[in-house]
């Protein structure tokens, strides 16, 4: 796939997306905030592709895509959520090589970090606990994903997966699903 692509399938999902409880309950609250995160990771992804920063491009569309799939999981959103990550098949040019090796490294230590510093806060017989169980095995997964691309030399798709898998943790830690025991800077809350 190609990152324009990409960029305006987020940008036509994120547009669909809408929040499932009223606003003025504690759910459509943090629904907004998952919305408005989601909206601005479309809109950041589109400016940094119009101005020429792929890498940053890439790295706004998959982890507002983490933002907007974590969302719609949890039921805090209605919208379609993506079925798999895409394989971006598109070169980035060589002028932008260290920015992708630098920013996939640090994505890669930062999710890394915040997997080590969150603890799942729900009761072991709840529902929100086999929920936070599967937003961690995702950014877990997507870690993994990410660390096998980044040994395959494919930096641009491990970018996609820890920004992918990032979302999907913030998302976890906004909700309440987990609770930090590490580095708070690591998360937007």
């Known amino acids: 796939m190609l990152i324009e692509s990409y960029g305006k399938e987020f940008t036509t999902d994120s547009s669909a ?24 990771y479309a809109s950041d992804g589109m400016v940094f592709y119009r101005k020429g920063d792929l890498v940053n491009a890439i790295a706004s569309f998959a982890y507002g895509y983490g933002w907007l799939d974590a969302g719609v999981y949890l039921g805090y959103l209605n919208g379609r959520s993506a079925t798999s990550l895409p394989v971006i098949s598109e070169q980035i040019p060589d002028t932008l090589f260290d920015h992708l090796s630098e920013k996939t490294s640090r994505y890669q230590r930062m999710l890394s970090s915040a997997l080590d510093g969150v603890a799942v806060l729900p009761d072991t017989e709840t529902r929100a606990f086999s929920a936070a169980q599967n937003i961690r095995t995702t950014a877990e997964v997507n870690y993994a994903e990410g660390t096998t691309l980044v040994l395959a030399k494919d930096l641009t798709n ?15 830690v906004r909700t309440g699903l987990f609770g930090i025991t590490g580095d708070r800077h690591l998360f937007t809350i």
Do not use: K, Q, R
């Not at 759910?27 to 995160?37: D, K, N, P, Q, W």
């Not at 970018?159 to 976890?172: P, R």
């Open 17 to 40: 997306a809408c929040p499932v409880a009223p606003a003025s309950t504690p759910l459509g609250a943090t629904a907004a905030e998952i919305l408005e995160m989601v909206y601005c």
């Open 158 to 172: 491990a970018l996609v997966s820890f920004s992918y898998g990032y979302g999907w943790l913030d998302v976890g």
